[in-house]
C-alpha cells in the first residue's frame, strides 16, 4: 500500500492497540475516539487525504523508483535543487492544511528517515552497523506510507555536566542483552511526541553518548511487546471549534516511552554497541539539514499564521495607526521574511553529498532554527499585547446560545466584527498564546532542535571563520 | 461586624445570589459549592480568618476610630511612615498566605476605598459631587469589612484615538436617567474580577471621559436588580492541588459587568455629571499612590514565590553550575531586590498630602509598576527556559496510584526528589508559566495599571525633569 | 572619459576646488592632500583603480551600449536576474576592497542615479517634469564616470509632527526664483556625506513635501557658484594606519550643504514645481529596491569584517570556550546569514517592473534594511564586551619604538599575538567600536533609510497582509 | 595636613614627577600642565576646594578623632545610619560638581582604604598580615588627605577557565624577593586609572589568586623607583569647553602600571604569602559594600545628567510628543528612581558589622552594580536614538566666528534654541555618546565592578535563596 488515505491511517491506527496510558487509565477501544486522541489523529488523517485530491497528487506524491507505485513526496530522496523545491512545496502545502501547528505531520518523520536511509553510506563497513537494514526499512516505509514517531532524549534526572547515570536499573534506554533474535532495549526515553498513534517508533541517538550500550538506532512498530507510552495530561478541553479551535485539532500528545525488555529483532537494528557511531552519524548524515528544511518550512506557514491572527486583531479593534503596533507586527513581518530568506538560502547553495544527496545548506538552516524559537515565543508575546482585555473578555459558544446572546451581541461588538466573530477570533488568539496548548507550542518550538543555549554554541563552532579571521589579518598588515 | 472571619464572608456571599452568568448558565445555589468559585472562596476566607488568628490580629487588624472596634488593618488611613509600614506589612502577610497569586485579596479594595475618602475632601464644594455620602460609605465598609470588586474599563470595541462611541444604546455604561430615589446606568464595564462573590461594586472613572454621562463614582450591592456578572471561562480544571495547586486556590475570576436600568440611590452616588471632576479625581486623589502601594507589597511576595519554584527546580535537577542559569535567575533577584527598594524608597520619601494623609511617594511606585508588567512575564519565560522538557513529561497525580507508578517513580526522579514530589514541583511550574491560569496571570499583571505604553508616557509626563534640564543648562554656561 | 582610474578621479576633485569649510577655513590648495580628505580620496582612488584591474575588470565594468566604452558596472541597468548578481559581485568587490567601511564607494551614488533614470517614465508627460534630462544626465554621468553625493533631509528645527517651516528666510532649500536660465534655489540640505569631494551634487525629494517649493531633483556641479559644504569636525586624528587603521582610510566626511542663490540650468533640472512628484516619484522609481540592494550587499561585507575581528580577539585571548562568548559570536552569524539570504531572496523573487527593469524585491530588503541598524549598533557592543579592558590598554604605535617597548612586549603579549600585533588588533577593534569614527558608523548605519521607527512603520504599511488574514478568516469559518 | 585644597593637590602632585609616559614620550615639567592631564587635575583640585567652601565644609569634611583636624568626609568609618547618609551626600556634593563623570574622584579611593582599614581585624593573628600597618596608613592618608589609586587587574593575556601563568618573567605583578628592607614586586597590573597623578599606588588582591606570589597589599607612593605608568592614548583633543565639555575637564587616564624590582618597605605591606587572605580578604572585608555605595551614589548624578541631555535635545528640537521618545526616556528615569530606591535601601537596611562598621547593604548594591552597567551603555544609545541626525552636523566654536556665522546661526537653529547654544548642546551629547571619550566612559561604568557576566554570577551564588526555597517546598505540602 503506496501513498495512504486518511481513513488506512485511521484504520492502521486503531488496530495496532498500542499500549498508552492517559492519566491514570490505559486506552481500550479504538484510540481514534479517544478524547485525547480524536482530533488530532482526524487532522493527521486529513493530511493524508490530501495525497488522493487530484489537485494535489503532483505535489504531494511522485513515482516509487522501486515500485512505479505514487509514494509520499516526503520520502523523496531529492538529487536536484529542483527536488528540494518539490520537498519544501509539500511540506508548505500540509502546513497550510494545518496552518503550520502539526509539528509532527507525516513529512516530519518521512523526512527524518529518508535523511538518515540516504546517508547509510557512512555505516558501511563499521562495526555492529547493518546500512542495508536501515535502507531496507526506509523502502517498506516509503512504499507503506508508515506513520512514525521518534525519540532521543533521555529523562531529566540530574543535569550537571559530569553526571553519568551509575544505577543498577538503568533509566536512559540502552541495550542490556543481545541474543539470537536481535537486542533487548531496557530503559525510558523523553517525549516521545504522538507516541502511540504512529505505525513505528524510530529510535536513535543524536550524540552525547557516553556508555556505547546506550547508543543505537533501531525501528520498531508501536505495539512491540514491552512498549508503554505515558502520555502527559491532555491539554484537549472539549471538541467545539469555537471555543478550542487549535487543541480540538491539533493536540499532539507527548509520552515517555517505557522499554521494558524490548526485544529489537535484528533485521530492525541499524546500528549498536559502537560509541563513535553512536556519536556522529545523526550529524555526519544528513539528517539536521533536511530536518530543518522541513520544519522551517513548516515555521514559515505558522508564522504566517500569526500575522493573519495579529492583523485580523488589530482591524477588528481598529488599532493599526498606533507606532508600536505598528512596530509589533513589523517584527512579525521580519521574522516571516526572514525564515522565508533562509529556506531559499539553503536550497540556492545546497550541495550534492557524498552520497549524491542534494543538501539544503545545513548552516544557513541552523541560523534560521536559531532564531525561531525566539521569535516564536515573541508572537505569543505580542498577540497578548495586541490583544490585550479582549482576550480576557472572551465567552464560550453556548454563551451565545443563551439568554446572555443580546448582552454579548451588543457589549462584545468591534468595529469590524459582530460579537460571536470578534469573539471566536479572539478566542483563536487566547489559545495560541495564553492556552495550555499554546504554552506547550511554544515549548516544542523552543526546544525542537535542542537548548537553544547549545543551537548557539553548536552555530559557533560549526561556522567556518577562518575567511573572516584571514582577511583582518590581511588588512592589518596592509600598509 | 467589624473585621470578619472567612465563615462570615462565605454565608455573605452565598446569600447575596448576584446574577453571575458561568457559560450558558446562571449560577444558582451556593456559589461558594460551585466549582468555578469554590477554590478562590475558600483561599479568601483563610485570608479573612487571618484577621482572627492571635499572633496577626495586631499585623491584620487596628481599632476603629468611630467604633473602638478591631478593623482591618486595609481601612487604616494612614498618618505617618510608620502607618505606611503596617500597612505594607498587613498586605504582605495575606501575600504570604496566598503566595502573591490573589490580586484581589481583600487589602486591595479596601485600600482604593480608603484611598478615594481619604481624597474626599477633593470633592468639596463641587457641582454634583457628594464627598460625605463616599466618606459615609468607606466607614460603613470598614465597620462591616464589605468584599468589594471595581471596575473602570470600557468595553474594547474601537480602539482608535479618534473614536467616540455614538450609538443610541449605550456600550459603555453611562447614566440614562435621574430621578428622585438616584441615577441609572445603563450599558458594560469590563473585566470586574471577582465579579458576583463580593458584596460591592464600587465603580468610578479613571479619567478619559468625554462624555458626562460616562463619569461617575457609586458603590452598589453585588445583588443589585439590574446588574449580571458575565464570567470568562473558569480556568479550574479540578480540584487536585497536586495537579493544579494554583487554579485550584487562586483563580479570580473576570467578569463583564452589564447594567441594565441600575438604579443607584442617592446615598451611594459620590459624583455624577461633571465631566472635570470625572477626569481628575483619581488621578487627584491618593488612589494612585495607595493601590500602587498595596499591589507592589503584593508582587514581591509573588516575586519571591517565582524565585522559589526557580531554584527548587535548579536544586531538583542540578542545573546551578551552568552560566545561563545563574544569570537568568539572577535577573529575577535582581527584580525583586529592585521591587523591595522602590517600596522602601516610596516610604521613606512619603508626604502628607493636603488633607493629612502620608501619602507613599507616587513617582516611585509608577516606577514599579512600569518594571514589574515586563519582569512577571519575563519570569514566566524563565521558569520554561529553566524548567525545559521537564514541565512536559508531567502526569498527573492518579498516575502515581496506577499500575504506572514503578514506570514514573523510576524514569522520573531527579538529582534531589522522588518522582512524585519532582513531578508535583513541576506542575506548579507549569501551571504559573504554562497553563491557561498562568497565562491570564500574565496579562492581569500586565495591565494592572493599564496599558505599558501608556505607563510609559504617564512616566515621563508626570516626572519632573526641569532640576536635570537646568542643571546642564547651567553647566553649558560654565567656562 | 568612461571608467575611471584613480588618478583621473583625484585630479578632477582637486580641480574642482568646491567651497569646502572645514572648523573655521575654506579649504584652499589640493583637497586630496587635506588631512581630513585625503584618506578617503586615496581609498576612493584606489577603488576606482580595481576598475582598470584586469582580473576584475570583467566584474567591475561593461560595455556601454552608447559609446561601446567599458562603464562602471554600477550604472547597469538590470534586466535579468544575472544582472542584479553582477551588480552585487561588483559592489561586494569595492566592499571588499573597502571591508564595507565606505558607505559612499562610487557604486552607492550610481545606483541611485541608475534607478531614478531606469524609472524616468513615470515622470513622462507630468507637468514640469522632464524625464529625457535625468536619462541624458544619467547616460553623461556613466560615460564620464561621475563621482557624486545627494542630499534630500532637511534641517533638523523643530520634529514636531504639525510643524511647517514659516520664515521669510527659508532654511530648507526651496526654489525661490525661475528664469530663463532656470531655477534658483536658497536653503539649506542635511548630511551630503563626502560633499565637496565629488564631481556633482544630485539633490531630490525623499517624500513629505508640504509646500511644492520644497520639492525638485536636480544635479549640478559641486563647484557651481553659491554651493557652501560646511563640515561637521573631522575624525582623522593622525595618518598612522596602526594608531587608526578605519579613519585614515575611511572617513567619509558630513557636510550641510547650502544653496544660496544657486542657479540650476534647465538642462539640469529633472523636475520642480509638483507636489504629487515630488512625494511620490522616489517611492514609485526604483530608488528604493536599488539603493537597498547595494547598501546591504556592502553591509555583508562590513559584517564579515566585524566577525573577523571578533574570532581574531577570541583567539588572541583565548576565550572562545565561554558560553557567553559562543552565543555573542553566534549573534553577528545569524546576522551575516540573514542579510546573506535577504539578498539572495530579493534576487530570487525579482521582478521586472513596468519600464522593463528587473527590479529585486522591495519588501525582502526593506526588511534588511530593518534588520542591519540593529545589529550593527549590536556588533559594536559585542565587540566591546569581547575585547573588554583590552580595549583600554592599548598604546600607540610609536610607544614600541620608544624606551617603552621592552615593557609593552612582555606585558601586552596575548596568547597567539606579539604584543605589537595585539595591540594592533585591539587599535583595530577599538576604532570600529569605541572611536568618534566609530560612533559615526553607527550613526551613518542606522539612520541611512531613515529614522528606524519610521522603517518600521514603513515596512507595516507597506507588507500585503490580506493572504494571511484571509487565511484566518477561512480558518474560522471552517467546521 | 588635613582636608587639602585644590592648589595643595596640585602642588603635590607636580612635585611627584612620577614616571609616567604618554605615546612614546616620558612626562617632564608640572605633570598639571601637560595636555593630557591638566583638564582633569584642575576637575580634581576644583573638587578639594569644595572641601574648603563654607556651606559645603559640613558636608565635605569632619572631625579627626585622631587630631581634631578637619578630614575628609570620605574618610569617615560609620558606625550609624546617619553616618552612611553623611558619607552619601559628600560624595553626591563631589559628583554634582562634576556630573557624575568623574570615577575616580578623591572620594572613591578614600572609601576604599578606609573600608580596608575598618576591616583590619579581619587580619588579625595571620600569617603574613600585618592589620596595625593598614591601618596606620588609613590614618596617615586621612590626616593627609593623600590622592590615591589603585590596580587589582592582570594584564589580558590568556583569559581562558585554566591558563596559568607559566614563564620565568612574570606578567602579572608577584613578589619575586623578600628582604630586610620588604618584598620586592615584579610585573604588571592593568589600568590603573589616574596613574601618576596621585600621591600613592594601593595595591590588592581581589581574590581569584592561585599562586601566593600573587597575593599581596600595599601602598607606596606613585613616585617609587621601579613603578612606570603607561598611559593609554589621551583623549583630550582639545581646550574648548564649547568643543569638548566633557573631556577637556574629567579626562581620567587609565595607566598599565609596570613594578620593576618595586621594593615595599615592610610598614607599607599590609599583607603578603597568604593564598587565603589573598583569596578572602578583599569579600571579607567592607570594601565591596563601601565602594559600591560611593560608585552607585555618584552613578545617580550620572544617571541625572543623562536625563537633563535627553530632556533638554527634546525640548530643543520639540519631540517631546513622540510616544517613543517618551519611552525612551521614561527607560531613564526608571533607572535613575530605581538606583536612588537600591541606595535608600542598602541605608535602611544596613548592619553594623562584626568591626562595629555600620556596612550598607551589600546584595542591594550589588543588584544596583548589576543594572548600571546594562543602563549606562543604554543611555548612550537612547541619547544616540533622540539626538540622531542633529548629532552629526555639529560644528566647532571657531566655525561660529568664521565668515560660516551667518549661514549656522540660520540653518542650526531649533525650536528652543539659538544655533550656537543648540550646537553647543548636541555636542556634549556627542561627546558623551559618541565620542572616544564616551565610550570610553561605557566600559569604565561596565567593568567597574568586573565582568558583568561575573557579576550575575556573584550575586546569583551569594544571594540566600533558602527562604523562598522552604516557602515553595512547605506549600507544596499542603494540603
Redesign the interface.
Known amino acids: 500500500m503506496p501513498a495512504i488515505s486518511g481513513s488506512d491511517y485511521i484504520t492502521r491506527i486503531d488496530n495496532l492497540k498500542a499500549n498508552v496510558?492517559v492519566?491514570?487509565?490505559p486506552v481500550t477501544g479504538k484510540i481514534s475516539e479517544h478524547p485525547a486522541f480524536k482530533g488530532v489523529i482526524n487532522s493527521q488523517a486529513a493530511l493524508y487525504d490530501l495525497q488522493h485530491n487530484d489537485s494535489l497528487k503532483s505535489i504531494m506524491t511522485y513515482t516509487s523508483e522501486t515500485t512505479g507505485q505514487k509514494v509520499g513526496m516526503s520520502f523523496l530522496q531529492p538529487k536536484s535543487i529542483d527536488d528540494l523545491i518539490k520537498r519544501r512545496k509539500m511540506t508548505q502545502e500540509w502546513a497550510?492544511a494545518s496552518?503550520g501547528m502539526m509539528g509532527r505531520s507525516p513529512d516530519y518523520m518521512n523526512t527524518v528517515l529518508m535523511a538518515l536511509a540516504s546517508s547509510a553510506g557512512y555505516l558501511k563497513g563499521k562495526e555492529n552497523c547493518y546500512p542495508e537494514r536501515l535502507v531496507a526499512f526506509y523502502e517498506y516505509a516509503r512504499e507503506n506510507d508508515l506513520s512514525m514517531t521518534h525519540s532521543f532524549?533521555n529523562?531529566?534526572?540530574?543535569?550537571?555536566?559530569f553526571?553519568f547515570e551509575d544505577s543498577d536499573?538503568p533509566?536512559a534506554a540502552k541495550v542490556i542483552d543481545t541474543n539470537d533474535e536481535g537486542i533487548v532495549i531496557k530503559?525510558?526515553r523523553?517525549?516521545a511526541t504522538r507516541g502511540g498513534i504512529t505505525d513505528e517508533i524510530v529510535v536513535f541517538s543524536a550524540g552525547g553518548i557516553q556508555d556505547k550500550a546506550n547508543g543505537f538506532a533501531f525501528s520498531i512498530p508501536s505495539n512491540e511487546k514491552g512498549i508503554?507510552f505515558?502520555?502527559?495530561?491532555s491539554f484537549v478541553i472539549g471538541d467545539s471549534?469555537f471555543?478550542y479551535?487549535l487543541s480540538s485539532r491539533y493536540e499532539e500528545m507527548?509520552t515517555?516511552v517505557?522499554f521494558d525488555h524490548v526485544l529489537i529483532p535484528w533485521e530492525r537494528v541499524f546500528y549498536y554497541n559502537n560509541l563513535l557511531v553512536s556519536n556522529e552519524f545523526a550529524m555526519a548524515s544528513s539528517f539536521l539539514p533536511f530536518s530543518l528544511h522541513q520544519a522551517i518550512s513548516r515555521q514559515i506557514i505558522k508564522t504566517?499564521?500569526v500575522?493573519?491572527?495579529v492583523?485580523?486583531i488589530i482591524?477588528s479593534?481598529?488599532?493599526?495607526?498606533?507606532?508600536?503596533v505598528?512596530?509589533k507586527?513589523?517584527e512579525i513581518?521580519?521574522a516571516l521574511?526572514?525564515l522565508?530568506?533562509?529556506i531559499?538560502?539553503s536550497e540556492?547553495?545546497a550541495k550534492l553529498d557524498e552520497w549524491g544527496i542534494m543538501r539544503p545548506d545545513q548552516?544557513?538552516l541552523q541560523?534560521a532554527s536559531?532564531?525561531f524559537p525566539k521569535v516564536y515565543?515573541r508572537f505569543n508575546?505580542i498577540i497578548?499585547?495586541i490583544g490585550?482585555?479582549?482576550?480576557?473578555?472572551?465567552?464560550?459558544e453556548?454563551?451565545f446560545?443563551?439568554p446572555?446572546k443580546k448582552?454579548?451581541d451588543?457589549?462584545?461588538?468591534?468595529?469590524s466584527d459582530d460579537a460571536k466573530?470578534r469573539v471566536?477570533?479572539f478566542r483563536?488568539a487566547w489559545e495560541l498564546?495564553?492556552?495550555?496548548f499554546?504554552?506547550?507550542e511554544?515549548?516544542y518550538e523552543?526546544?525542537f532542535f535542542g537548548?537553544?543555549?547549545k543551537l548557539?554554541?553548536q552555530?559557533?563552532?560549526s561556522?567556518d571563520?577562518t575567511?573572516?579571521?584571514?582577511?583582518?589579518?590581511d588588512?592589518?598588515t596592509?600598509?
Chains 1, 2, 3, 4 share one sequence.
Request: proline share 4%; glycine share 4%; hydrophobic share 40%.
Open positions: 496510558w492519566d491514570d487509565k497550510l496552518n532524549v529523562p531529566q534526572v540530574n543535569r550537571a555536566q553526571y536499573e533509566i530503559g525510558a523523553l517525549l508503554r505515558i502520555c502527559r495530561e471549534t471555543n479551535p507527548d515517555i517505557v504566517e499564521f500575522l493573519g491572527i492583523q485580523s482591524d479593534i481598529n488599532i493599526g495607526e498606533y507606532q508600536h505598528q512596530e507586527t513589523s513581518i521580519i521574511e526572514t522565508k530568506a533562509l531559499i538560502k540556492v547553495v548552516k544557513t541560523v536559531n532564531i515565543a508575546e497578548q499585547l490585550a482585555s479582549g482576550l480576557i473578555s472572551i465567552p464560550t453556548s454563551a446560545e443563551s446572555l448582552d454579548l451588543h457589549y462584545l461588538q468591534s468595529k466573530n471566536k477570533l483563536l498564546s495564553m492556552s495550555a499554546g504554552a506547550r511554544v515549548q523552543r526546544y537548548d537553544p543555549v548557539a554554541s552555530l559557533y563552532y561556522y571563520k575567511p573572516y579571521v584571514k582577511r583582518v589579518r588588512f592589518l596592509e600598509e
